[in-house]
């Protein structure tokens, strides 16, 4: 065992400290600078946007109950200002995103990246980019006293009111010695598997049987591959290529089984597979499917589509039960409507899987106008008196978490966090003494759907 000592450099003054720029972290930062707090917003990557960006899982997932937009706040004004510029596509109507059930919202990633750096600047949250949360200083096992950061200029132990945990894979938290979920253990045996994603061009969009366009054909096509043996892991479930903005199109696909985001050797041999699984579904589609013979690669993603790592075991727990029923909470600070998206935890066939795992009755699909809530306790690590998760490392069960854990849902616990640590700083709350009628109060203002 090597010990290390040294003397790290100190910096104070901020009210709150955000670890992880994704949608969680982005959202959090600024929502708290805008109401007032000085922020400091630290991102292991060199771009805002986590998953949207470095990750290239360039469509938000649903925003829209069928009959209302139930994501408001930041979420909503980065989707506008998306649209504003010409970063979504003209072709779909703005109401694709307020209206309709189950949409996507596909979008220019270098497009993302500038309207969050135009957000944060503009809302004054200092940004340090290639910047990680390496170790905590904890004034008592419930309070932080201090994050120690790392990048290319050394150690820095930044010491700030509150703190944020939006690493997803909740890294802060963890070191703070909160109470934890990981995958792959006795307790969630198994783990989702990631997958890298990649965007491709010279697809004729207008001409092309796209797999969104007809399925019928995709499956078709898939199921011979399979019969022929085409891929060296014959995994049926393939989602295919969705156009982007402009004549990009963005390609999920392919299943990392057995790959822990927790482990560095783990995620290393993960890209490496990735890249490997891309160029042959990239072969596929050029063999199988009618107008993709001429598709090229543009670029894989920069970070591993990790669907699932850890949790927090937070003050309150939302569960499948809560999302079957569609419960509404006293204390909930916002919505969400995506349904169970879990993936195969191997290689079963898809009928296999979904009997195994899911055990799909009509209380798992959602209908027009139904949502349910997410509940302000979700957000507090158990027992923390300065700390809140935020994203994909929120409490939540299993299942639940497989539809909360993506992009917009994200951006709501974040939001709703920062706006619970301005208040905290500025009080001098307690995170789970807070005055929850207040913060869904100062929500509403910022144009949230709490209700």
């Given at each position: ?6 003397e ?30 000085k ?49 979504i ?65 050394g ?12 690493t ?69 479930m ?53 107008g ?6 543009m ?38 409507c ?44 158990k ?69």
């Amino acid at each position: 065992m090597f010990l290390l000592k040294r003397e790290v450099p100190e910096e104070t003054g901020y009210d709150l400290l955000v670890a992880g720029g994704g949608p969680a972290g982005y959202s959090a930062a600024v929502s708290a600078a805008r109401l007032g707090a000085k922020v400091l917003l630290a991102e292991s990557c060199g771009c805002l946007g986590g998953m949207a960006t470095g990750g290239l899982v360039t469509r938000l997932d649903t925003t829209s109950d069928g009959r209302r937009m139930v994501v408001g706040g930041v979420m909503r004004e980065v989707i506008e200002q998306l649209y504003r510029r010409g970063m979504i596509a003209s072709y779909y109507p703005f109401s694709r995103f307020t209206c309709e059930q189950g949409r996507y919202t596909p979008f220019d990633p270098e497009g993302m990246k500038l309207v969050l750096d135009a957000l944060c600047r503009e809302a004054g949250v200092e940004v340090r980019f290639f910047t990680r949360v390496i170790d905590v200083d904890r004034k008592s096992p419930s309070e932080l006293g201090g994050v120690v950061l790392s990048n290319v200029e050394g150690y820095r132990c930044v010491r700030a009111r509150t703190y944020i945990d939006a690493t997803g894979d909740a890294v802060l938290a963890h070191l703070s010695g909160a109470a934890c979920w990981e995958a792959g253990t006795p307790e969630c045996p198994g783990i989702m598997p990631p997958n890298l994603c990649a965007m491709f061009s010279g697809i004729p969009w207008d001409t092309v049987e796209m797999s969104d366009k007809d399925p019928a054909l995709h499956r078709e096509m898939l199921q011979k591959a399979l019969a022929d043996g085409f891929f060296s892991q014959p995994d049926p479930m393939i989602p295919g290529i969705a156009r982007n903005c402009g004549e990009s199109g963005g390609m999920n696909a392919g299943h990392l089984f057995g790959t822990d985001a927790l482990s560095c050797r783990s995620l290393s041999e993960g890209m490496r597979k990735g890249r490997l699984q891309v160029q042959e579904y990239a072969a596929y589609y050029r063999k199988y499917l009618p107008g993709f013979e001429n598709i090229r690669l543009m670029a894989t993603g920069n970070l591993l589509g990790v669907r699932e790592s850890r949790r927090v075991a937070g003050e309150e727990t939302l569960t499948y039960e809560d999302y079957q029923s569609r419960r509404k909470f006293n204390n909930q600070i916002g919505i969400y409507c995506k349904e169970i998206d879990i993936h195969p935890y191997s290689l079963l066939d898809r009928e296999a899987f979904e009997k195994e795992n899911l055990g799909r009755g009509a209380e798992d699909f959602l209908q027009p106008g139904e949502s349910y809530g997410l509940p302000y306790g979700i957000l507090i690590p158990k027992g923390f008196q300065n700390l809140w998760v935020a994203g994909r490392c929120a409490s939540s069960d299993r299942k639940v978490n497989s539809a909360i854990r993506v992009q917009p849902a994200a951006a709501v616990l974040g939001q709703a966090a920062g706006s619970a640590a301005y208040l905290a700083a500025k009080r001098g709350y307690a995170a789970a003494e807070l005055p929850v009628d207040e913060l869904r109060e100062l929500l509403r203002a910022q144009n949230a759907v709490v209700d």
